[in-house]
């Protein structure tokens, strides 16, 4: 197969654990035998710092011809502590979404046999926990409009607003990947105090409908949070708007022990994008220590999603448990072992494909 993929690293750590990433992909398709092309585009402070815009004009285009997109992490403390600056590094992660109509992140929570020493919950509550967080992407605060702040500049508004067909459109997905689960869908709102929610919640119970195979059931985003780290195994497909999500899927990551480990798919429209769930982690950048798993993990998503080659996939997967095992690992989880370095366990894990 031609697997045409965009190389997006942006900012931070992004270029060094996109680096490993990219050599466990291209490892995989030497093994077997997948002709890869692909082709680097800047996104992020960098690319504002290059061109003075955070999402080019020639990024978007290469992330449309591509198949796929492999993005590392964007941001920057120079703007993160500067709440004036007019252009941001974040609003070409936005922009991307936004044009490439990625209105699904999937975030998979699971948890590592390895790792349950590491997690700030208790071993039997975290052991065997897994499910699929479901963000809305693209719609909510987010995106809403009328933004902005007051002529005195004392009062600042942003606007939630949902589409009924950008609800059912995330719901529909959402039980397709519970039909393929365990056949469980909660709907998370805060239905009791938003209007936006109320909306989804109208939405979800005439859509639940047409799933009876699968149980749904609704629960308030406050009471979510509890649950999620009270009892996570409860879980299978948990789906809901975007800054609910973007707070919900911070919050599982952790559980799992490290949020160095986790990937996530956005999905929609046009090109799908794989990127790791962490952020740019500016204080490691250029030391070679950070985790590269979560990008490895993305890569090995981007090949069962975009590509439908689960085979690939199961090898990366397979390869990150087995270093894992072997305590290859970078210090964010090496507890007390030996840390080793973002390359070195990019070596391991190429290596362990290669055999
Ligand atoms: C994420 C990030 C982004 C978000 C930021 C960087 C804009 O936190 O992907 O979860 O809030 O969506
Ligand atoms: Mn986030």
């Given at each position: 197969?031609?697997l045409?993929?965009?190389?997006?690293?942006?900012?931070g750590?992004?270029?060094?654990?996109?680096?490993?990433?990219l050599?466990?992909?291209?490892?995989?398709?030497?093994?077997?035998?997948?002709?890869?092309?692909?082709?680097?585009?800047?996104?992020?402070?960098?690319?504002?710092?290059?061109?003075?815009?955070?999402?080019?004009?020639?990024?978007?285009?290469?992330?449309?011809?591509?198949?796929?997109v492999?993005?590392?992490?964007?941001?920057?403390?120079?703007?993160?502590?500067?709440?004036?600056?007019?252009?941001?590094?974040?609003?070409?992660?936005?922009?991307?979404?936004?044009?490439?109509?990625?209105?699904?992140?999937?975030?998979?929570?699971?948890?590592?046999?390895?790792?349950?020493?590491k997690?700030?919950?208790?071993a039997?509550?975290?052991?065997?926990?897994?499910?699929?967080?479901?963000?809305?992407?693209?719609?909510?605060?987010?995106?809403?409009?009328?933004?902005?702040?007051?002529?005195?500049?004392?009062?600042?508004?942003?606007?939630?607003?949902?589409?009924?067909?950008?609800?059912?459109?995330?719901?529909?997905?959402?039980?397709?990947?519970?039909?393929?689960?365990?056949?469980?869908?909660?709907?998370?709102?805060?239905?009791?105090?938003?209007?936006?929610?109320?909306?989804?919640?109208?939405?979800?119970?005439?859509?639940?409908?047409?799933?009876?195979?699968?149980?749904?059931?609704?629960?308030?985003?406050?009471?979510?949070?509890?649950?999620?780290?009270?009892?996570?195994?409860?879980?299978?497909?948990?789906?809901?708007?975007?800054?609910?999500?973007?707070?919900?899927?911070?919050?599982?990551?952790?559980?799992?022990?490290?949020?160095?480990?986790?990937p996530?798919?956005?999905?929609?429209?046009?090109?799908?994008?794989?990127?790791?769930?962490?952020?740019?982690?500016?204080?490691?950048?250029?030391?070679?220590?950070?985790?590269?798993?979560?990008?490895?993990?993305?890569?090995?998503?981007?090949?069962?999603?975009?590509?439908?080659?689960m085979?690939?996939?199961?090898?990366?997967?397979?390869?990150?448990n087995?270093?894992?095992?072997?305590?290859?690992?970078?210090?964010?989880?090496a507890?007390?072992?030996?840390?080793?370095?973002t390359?070195?366990?990019?070596?391991?894990?190429?290596?362990?494909?290669?055999?």
């Open positions: 197969m031609k045409n993929i965009a190389v997006l690293p942006g900012d750590i992004g270029p060094e654990i996109i680096g490993q990433a050599r466990v992909t291209e490892a995989i398709c030497e093994k077997f035998g997948h002709e890869l092309s692909y082709e680097y585009g800047i996104v992020g402070a960098c690319a504002i710092d290059e061109v003075g815009s955070p999402y080019p004009e020639a990024t978007h285009e290469l992330c449309m011809e591509s198949d796929a492999l993005f590392g992490a964007i941001g920057d403390p120079k703007y993160d502590n500067n709440p004036s600056a007019k252009v941001r590094p974040e609003q070409g992660l936005l922009k991307m979404r936004k044009d490439l109509g990625l209105y699904a992140n999937l975030r998979p929570i699971t948890t590592f046999p390895s790792l349950i020493h997690s700030p919950l208790r039997d509550l975290v052991e065997g926990a897994d499910f699929m967080c479901v963000r809305e992407l693209t719609g909510g605060l987010y995106f809403g409009r009328p933004q902005g702040r007051s002529e005195d500049n004392n009062t600042a508004y942003d606007t939630c607003v949902y589409t009924r067909e950008e609800v059912e459109r995330i719901l529909h997905l959402s039980y397709k990947y519970a039909r393929q689960r365990r056949k469980k869908v909660t709907v998370v709102d805060k239905a009791n105090v938003l209007c936006t929610s109320r909306l989804w919640r109208e939405v979800a119970q005439e859509i639940e409908k047409q799933y009876p195979d699968v149980e749904t059931e609704y629960m308030f985003v406050d009471n979510a949070a509890m649950q999620i780290i009270q009892w996570p195994k409860r879980f299978d497909v948990l789906v809901t708007e975007n800054l609910f999500g973007d707070i919900l899927t911070d919050e599982s990551s952790v559980i799992t022990g490290s949020l160095g480990m986790l996530s798919a956005s999905i929609g429209i046009h090109t799908s994008v794989f990127e790791p769930i962490h952020g740019s982690y500016p204080q490691a950048a250029g030391k070679n220590i950070a985790n590269p798993v979560a990008t490895i993990l993305s890569a090995a998503m981007m090949f069962e999603y975009a590509f439908n080659l085979d690939e996939g199961k090898l990366i997967r397979d390869a990150v087995a270093s894992l095992e072997e305590g290859i690992v970078t210090e964010d989880i507890s007390g072992g030996k840390a080793y370095s390359s070195e366990v990019g070596d391991w894990i190429v290596n362990f494909v290669k055999k």
